[in-house]
């Protein structure tokens, strides 16, 4: 028998290290979005959301056909040494791609709503662009970033249909919580399947209540 | 209010998308309830591994027998166990192990005397054409980052025999975090395929006319397990007589000669 907490602290690794790479990269993306008009905004836009729209049987047949062994990139990458598909970092890969939209989605209103005058005013005592960004943009969309992230983690960890696919069901090596729930299930073993369940549904309903409490509302200063 | 304008034209489609629905809900909900003349429409549930010789049965069924229609749920056979202990209107089971069918007579699901064993398989070691040979005996020392397909062990019965196998040759251990697991027989066939796997292992019936894989092994052998094709009848199936004439008909020469030709092995 697995170590029953093995699939728990996976899951746990998995999503955050998707979020490592995710933060940085949701937020730069949802600045450039909100910050100008540039001439690929609608082409970023729609490469960014549209793991969000998909289904997750399409994103997991999308990153075999690109990463695969005998994917696009999965042949070179493979000749280097480096296989993705079948490991952990599958998994990481396939969180990070349906987690980014989300932080993107939850960021880049909350920027947009920060007052222009502000960066002029920031730019005008002195404020380095990045300290303009750090002290000004983030200061005034923090909560909208901080719900993005934080529904960015659930999306991470609840990732299940791609991460089938890419990743695989090996147990001790990328049997996530959702992967080890319908392998139990199919099995017929309820209990360790209900067990899994418990552990999600109490971090989702963490997690409402979390971004209730930071989500940006009108009545809430910032 | 004018003729064609706005209001109107869209009630005229709502209307029409409600008729439409209606129609759709009529043909689905009262097909069913007609269910009882010639029109049946027997179900069975079966082993993914009998996906290729299945249609072809039940075409040579239909062939002697004219109808009724057979409709086909292909899946791990532990998976449809489930079903049927759910109550999926499921006629008859068609699994790939003894394990699944005989649960489901302990539990009530399945008439014991309707249970019978109508061929076997034998597993074998498959891998990509091209591929690394590997074999039975040196599965332990396959490369590093090389992964080994089976099926699920709890659900897929191709997957309790490689794991029985493996146990038996002593390699489970070694390969503990090295194999992925197929959610059915054909899942596991796909991964070789596909040539993600270094190897798999499924039934010898599955590599019948499938040209991009290679037989590494065969299992031969006290170690070897032996998998048995099980059929049963659903009790208080909805279609139960059509159902059991479909059962005994998998016994009778004509399919036995079907079964043969796709690589399965018969008694007597």
Not at chain 2, 134 to 155: R, V, Y
Not at chain 2, 206 to 220: N, R
Request: with cysteine.
């Amino acid at each position: 028998m697995e170590d029953p907490f093995f699939p728990v602290f996976l899951s746990l690794r998995v999503a955050l290290t998707a979020m490592v790479f995710v933060v940085p990269a949701g937020i730069a993306l949802a600045w450039l979005q909100a910050s100008r008009a540039h001439r690929f905004r609608g082409f970023v836009d729609g490469l960014v959301l549209l793991p969000m729209v998909l289904p997750p049987s399409v994103i997991g047949f999308f990153l075999v056909w690109l990463f695969g062994r005998r994917g696009l990139f999965g042949h070179a990458l493979n000749g280097l040494g480096v296989r993705l598909i079948f490991t952990p970092w599958a998994a990481v890969l396939a969180s990070a791609t349906v987690a980014l939209p989300v932080l993107v989605k939850a960021a880049q209103p909350a920027m947009e709503t920060v007052p222009r005058e502000l960066l002029v005013v920031g730019r005008s005592l002195g404020l380095a662009p990045v300290e303009v960004f750090f002290r000004v943009v983030l200061r005034g969309a923090w909560r909208g970033v901080a719900t993005g992230i934080v529904l960015a983690f659930v999306r991470a960890i609840g990732e299940f249909g791609a991460t089938l696919m890419f990743a695989g069901n090996i147990p001790g090596r990328t049997n996530t919580m959702t992967i080890e729930i319908w392998s139990a299930y199919q099995g017929g073993d309820e209990s360790r399947a209900l067990s899994y369940v418990v552990v999600l549904t109490a971090l989702g309903l963490a997690t409402v209540f979390l971004s209730a409490r930071i989500a940006p509302s009108p009545s809430r200063p910032r | 209010m004018r003729p064609h304008g706005g209001p109107s034209a869209l009630r005229r489609i709502v209307a029409r998308c409600l008729l439409a629905l209606g129609v759709l809900g009529c043909s689905a909900s009262c097909g069913r309830g007609q269910n009882d003349g010639n029109d049946v429409e027997v179900t069975v549930a079966a082993a993914a591994s009998l996906r290729s010789a299945l249609p072809e049965l039940i075409a040579a069924f239909n062939a002697e027998h004219g109808r009724p229609t057979i409709a086909t749920v292909y899946g791990a056979s532990g998976d449809l166990r489930k079903r049927v202990q759910d109550g999926a209107p499921i006629d008859a089971v068609l699994f790939a192990a003894s394990d699944p069918v005989d649960q489901l007579i302990k539990t009530g699901h399945v008439l014991a005397d309707s249970r019978r064993v109508i061929a076997h398989n034998r597993l074998v070691l498959i891998g990509p054409k091209g591929g690394r040979r590997i074999e039975w005996n040196s599965l332990d020392a396959i490369p590093e980052g090389e992964k080994l397909a089976i099926g699920e062990p709890e659900a897929v019965p191709a997957g309790a025999y490689a794991k029985k196998a493996l146990q038996a040759l002593g390699k489970w251990d070694a390969l503990s975090g090295r194999m992925v697991f197929g959610g059915d027989v054909a899942a596991v066939l796909a991964y070789a395929r596909r040539g993600e796997v270094i190897g798999a292992i499924v039934y010898a019936t599955e590599v019948v006319g499938i040209d991009d894989v290679v037989v590494f092994d065969e299992a031969t052998g006290d170690w070897a397990p032996k998998a048995d094709v099980v059929v049963g009848a659903v009790k208080d199936a909805s279609h139960a007589r059509p159902a059991s004439s479909f059962l005994d008909f998998l016994s009778s020469p004509k399919a036995r000669g079907i079964l043969k030709a796709r690589g399965f092995e018969l008694d007597g």
